[in-house]
C-alpha cells in the first residue's frame, strides 16, 4: 500500500522559513499527484498546495500564495513545501496527501493516501 511520511516540521520565528518533505513509497505505477493540507486546533483541515501530474501545474490557497511553494522530484518519488515569510497563523499539522483537486472552494483530497504530518509551530 501506498504510505507517506513528512518531515521537516518545527519551531519556527515570524518571518523565518521551513522545508517541509514528503516521501512517497508504494506506488504500483506512475506518480501520483501531491496535496499539502494542514490543520490547526479547532480550526477546519484547509488544503494550501496542490501539484498535478500534467506538466507539473501547481495551486495554491489565497492564504499561502507567494509565500509557500510546492515541488517534487518525480526521480526519487518526494514532494516538498517550502515555506517563506512564515506567519503566525501558519501554526498547525502539515499533511501530505497522494490527490488534489483544485475547486471553486478550495484544494480537496477525495482520495488518496495520508501521512501522519509534520508540526509546524511559529514563535517568537
Known amino acids: 500500500q501506498v504510505q507517506l511520511v513528512e518531515s521537516g516540521g518545527g519551531l519556527v520565528q515570524p518571518g523565518g522559513s521551513l522545508r517541509l518533505s514528503c516521501a512517497v513509497s508504494g506506488f504500483t505505477s506512475g506518480w501520483y499527484a501531491i496535496g499539502w493540507f494542514r490543520q490547526a486546533p479547532g480550526k477546519e483541515r484547509e488544503g494550501i498546495a496542490c501539484i498535478a501530474t500534467t506538466r507539473g501545474a501547481t495551486y495554491y490557497a489565497d492564504s499561502v500564495k507567494d509565500r509557500f511553494t510546492i515541488g517534487r522530484d518525480d526521480a526519487k518519488k518526494t514532494a516538498y513545501l517550502q515555506l517563506d515569510s512564515i506567519q503566525p497563523d501558519d501554526t498547525a499539522l502539515y499533511y501530505c496527501?497522494?490527490?488534489?483537486?483544485?475547486?471553486?472552494?478550495?484544494?480537496?483530497?477525495?482520495?488518496?493516501?495520508w501521512g501522519r504530518g509534520t508540526q509546524v509551530t511559529v514563535s517568537s
Open positions: 496527501v497522494t490527490d488534489c483537486i483544485p475547486t471553486t472552494s478550495g484544494i480537496k483530497a477525495d482520495y488518496g493516501s
